[in-house]
């Protein structure tokens, strides 16, 4: 049948906020098919589960309960979602890409042999024609993501070898309440008839999961820096300004290549994405892969020595000049003029 | 403990942090030949790790397997100058315009020609296209388990290998059993340097098409010192079905690409003077955007 798979991420009872966005997402998808939404979920102590699930319009949640399968590991994992989607066959098929959604599904891709498209920034269904074979293909999955050093958009088909999957990252897609009173059918797998006990050979020793000190999703402010801002010494000034303006510091690829900021603070395709009321890039040109991150900021105030960056045309303030001599200045009349 | 049998898979990469604007064909294809390369970051990482290996267990061997035009030799000959004990390198026309499925394909295909083998290792992913799937699909095909986004290497016995995953929000530390695929995280040691030695004993290496048009010195040095020559393998080497290779293997495709043109905001511009920043300063608190 034909439908759109979404596999959901469970820890601890709770759904992940990848995954109920990639349930939206999967719903404007399988409304512009005519199509229904189905998910599956694999972990421990779910019963009840589809609670969290069916505000966002799931038709069908395939459910894997079982202490064995929480936390994730790749092959248990893996088997249940094949077992799902040789029965299922649908369309499409999301991941988040996260850890593990980036370890699991090009696993399922090769199982399967089928396309697989990481980081996608944007999800539509659209027609190909097909010029060698004369063949007109409908209702593809259109994977649109950043490419080649974020200079160009690429548009990802598959027509060929199906499903059609994809990975989107966290905060790319817009989390929306379908319907409160929507009813999910509820699937629940025979995890122990399915699993070997090869699939359980990788064992975890420790883990050590951060509730995350870092929280750029949420910060109606951010102050970001790129590889213009020029040393770590630089840096430190965006800190402040951050921290007087009650916001979070970011960075780009660059800046975070460069040492000048830790990874979890990298905005773009590859990082975060957010969409803070003002968001201020200091020395950063503005790569797609890092716009990709930071476009719906409702103002976007670019600090920058090169007058054609093409970041500027996306801000709404250009200043012209160095983040070390413009940032400083911010501080102070910022001290000065504030309440 | 015995010594392993280590693969590492590394990739020649366009250096995508200097893109040109002939940089794409327009097939949406990247244009290769007009972009510097360089030995993908996280491969380099994977080196290094397959090195530390080694120190710890002596014996051990390290092959480089890279799959690419003529230009990748460049990576076997870094591998051996950074301590590599072999070097294969997969090239053949109707693999190029691979896409991630093909690749690992073609990849496993050069893997079962080495087995037996213990560990192999690669990066996490790859500076051109950032997708992460090529280890994993490797893994899948060869049928064993995958430990994706290590940084270190904790323990190393007789029956398994303990290694650090790097997660989005943590760590966790696993064990797997031989034989298993490991991807390198970027936040690994960094790889070490050339040795001059190594340098001195492996400059001259070649594969059979660079000595097509290699002097008589590196040729007669070719003749006595048969290890200088590079295994180059094709798609009849690997005994690779041509439905799976290349673009004919790949179920991806570009539909189109799109330059970026920002649609231009009406921005105002301003200057560093104090007037100008303190104008703004006071329009932003107006407005209740900050303060």
């Known amino acids: 049948m034909k439908s759109v798979m979404v596999y959901c991420e469970v820890e601890n009872q709770k759904v992940a906020?990848?995954?109920?966005?990639?349930?939206?997402?999967?719903?404007?998808?399988?409304?512009?098919?005519?199509?229904?939404?189905?998910?599956?979920?694999?972990?421990?102590?779910?019963?009840?589960?589809?609670?969290?699930?069916?505000?966002?319009?799931?038709?069908?949640?395939?459910?894997?309960?079982?202490m064995r399968l929480e936390p994730y590991r790749t092959l248990p994992h893996a088997a249940l979602a094949t077992k799902i989607l040789k029965e299922e066959d649908p369309q499409i098929v999301l991941f988040g890409a996260t850890s593990v959604g980036r370890d699991l599904a090009p696993r399922l891709a090769s199982k399967l042999n089928c396309g697989l498209t990481a980081d996608c920034t944007i999800l539509d269904i659209g027609d190909h024609f097909e010029k060698k074979e004369k063949i007109e293909y409908k209702d593809l999955l259109y994977a649109i993501r950043p490419a080649f050093g974020g200079s160009i958009m690429a548009n990802i088909i598959n027509w060929d070898m199906h499903p059609q999957m994809a990975t989107v990252r966290e905060g790319v897609m817009k989390k929306e309440i379908f319907d409160e009173n929507y009813s999910t059918e509820v699937v629940e797998i025979d995890v122990n008839s399915i699993l070997k006990e090869e699939d359980f050979v990788v064992k975890i020793i420790e883990r050590h999961i951060k509730k995350s000190g870092v929280n750029l999703k949420d910060a109606p402010i951010i102050v970001s820096g790129g590889y213009g801002v020029g040393s770590k010494e630089n840096f430190e000034y965006l800190i402040e300004l951050a921290k007087l303006l009650g916001g979070e510091v970011g960075g780009s690829r660059a800046a975070v290549d460069a040492g000048f900021i830790d990874h979890d603070r990298q905005i773009g395709q590859t990082g975060t994405t957010v969409r803070p009321k003002l968001y201020i890039a200091a020395g950063i040109s503005g790569a797609i892969q890092h716009t990709a991150g930071m476009q719906d900021a409702s103002m976007i105030i670019s600090i920058n020595n090169d007058p054609d960056a093409p970041i500027n045309?996306?801000?709404?303030?250009?200043?012209?000049?160095?983040?070390?001599?413009?940032?400083?200045?911010?501080?102070?009349?910022?001290k000065e003029n504030a309440k | 403990?015995?010594?392993?049998?280590?693969?590492?898979?590394?990739?020649?990469?366009?250096?995508?942090?200097?893109?040109?604007?002939?940089?794409?064909?327009?097939?949406?294809?990247?244009?290769?030949?007009?972009?510097?390369?360089?030995?993908?970051?996280?491969?380099?990482?994977?080196?290094?790790?397959?090195?530390?290996?080694?120190?710890?267990?002596?014996?051990?061997?390290?092959?480089?397997?890279?799959?690419?035009?003529?230009?990748?030799?460049?990576?076997?000959?870094e591998g051996y100058y950074r301590g590599a004990d072999y070097g294969v390198m997969i090239s053949d026309r109707r693999f190029g315009g691979a896409d991630t499925l093909a690749t690992s394909y073609t990849l496993v295909k050069g893997i079962n020609k080495l087995a037996p083998y213990d560990l192999i290792l690669g990066g996490r992913q790859a500076i051109d296209g950032d997708t992460a799937q090529v280890g994993p699909q490797c893994a899948d095909k060869l049928n064993i388990p995958q430990v994706t986004y290590v940084e270190e290497i904790i323990e190393i016995n007789e029956n398994e290998i303990i290694a650090r995953r790097r997660l989005d929000k943590g760590i966790e530390i696993v064990s797997s059993p031989y034989p298993c695929l490991i991807t390198v995280h970027g936040s690994s040691q960094a790889c070490r340097s050339r040795k001059a030695k190594k340098v001195m004993q492996y400059k001259y290496a070649r594969t059979k098409t660079e000595l097509r048009t290699a002097d008589d010195?590196?040729?007669?040095?070719?003749?006595?010192?048969?290890?200088?020559?590079?295994?180059?393998?094709?798609?009849?080497?690997?005994?690779?079905?041509?439905?799976?290779?290349g673009l004919s293997g790949s179920p991806t495709k570009v539909k189109s690409v799109e330059s970026i043109v920002f649609t231009a905001n009406e921005s105002k511009i301003l200057s560093d003077s104090d007037a100008d920043i303190e104008m703004m300063i006071k329009e932003l608190i107006e407005h209740h955007t900050i303060g």
Not at chain 1, 19 to 45: H, N, T, V, W, Y
Not at chain 2, 41 to 55: G, Q, V
Not at chain 2, 223 to 228: D, G, I, T
Request: proline share 6%.
């Open chain 1, 17 to 66: 906020d990848i995954s109920l966005e990639l349930l939206s997402a999967g719903k404007r998808l399988a409304q512009k098919l005519g199509c229904p939404l189905d998910a599956m979920i694999f972990g421990s102590g779910l019963n009840g589960i589809e609670s969290q699930i069916a505000p966002f319009g799931v038709d069908r949640l395939f459910i894997g309960n079982s």
């Open chain 2, 1 to 77: 403990m015995r010594p392993l049998k280590i693969v590492v898979l590394a990739k020649q990469v366009p250096d995508t942090r200097h893109v040109g604007p002939d940089a794409m064909k327009p097939d949406g294809t990247v244009n290769r030949g007009k972009l510097a390369t360089v030995f993908n970051p996280d491969d380099l990482h994977a080196l290094e790790l397959a090195l530390n290996i080694k120190d710890r267990v002596p014996g051990t061997t390290i092959t480089v397997l890279t799959m690419g035009p003529q230009k990748a030799a460049d990576i076997i000959r």
């Open chain 1, 313 to 334: 045309k996306l801000a709404d303030y250009v200043i012209h000049g160095d983040v070390g001599v413009v940032v400083p200045k911010m501080i102070k009349y910022y």
């Open chain 2, 217 to 245: 010195l590196i040729l007669s040095l070719h003749e006595k010192r048969a290890y200088l020559t590079i295994p180059e393998w094709s798609v009849e080497d690997i005994g690779a079905d041509l439905e799976k290779i």
